[in-house]
């Protein structure tokens, strides 16, 4: 069983910047892939940015070079670093963990593990 908490989201300014964290609970998280999702009001949930086991990252096109993923398995965390935010990026963020990475990848609604979301607001 894997538990994971959100945190870092909040109300920021267009070019600003935000660290999400997610803390995971268990043993096993260096085996699972992870991957930070979010969803604006009245669109679908997408996949911001994943890393595998093995930190092999992917990232939408949408954040490609503005923000960056990544692990650190001492902590049991993963973070998303956010830069250059736009309004456009206003969404709830939910962090994920399966131990497969083409279901993070492909955001399968089979992904074993959720968090419960964070809010993050870019105001223009």
């Known amino acids: 069983q894997v538990h994971l908490v959100e945190s870092g989201g909040g109300l920021v300014q267009a070019g600003g910047s935000l660290r999400l964290s997610c803390a995971a609970s268990g043993r096993t998280f260096s085996s699972y892939a992870m991957g930070w999702f979010r969803q604006a009001p009245g669109k679908e949930r997408e996949l911001v940015a994943a890393?595998?086991?093995?930190?092999?990252?992917y990232y939408a096109d949408s954040v490609k070079g503005r923000f960056t993923i990544s692990r650190d398995n001492a902590k049991n965390t993963v973070y998303l670093q956010m830069n250059s935010l736009k309004p456009e990026d206003t969404a709830v963020y939910y962090c994920?963990?399966?131990?497969?990475?083409?279901?993070?990848?492909?955001?399968?609604?089979?992904?074993?593990?959720w968090g419960q979301g964070t809010q993050v607001t870019v105001s223009s």
């Open positions: 994920a963990a399966d131990p497969i990475t083409r279901q993070v990848l492909t955001g399968s609604n089979g992904i074993d593990y």
């Open positions: 890393i595998s086991s093995g930190s092999s990252t």
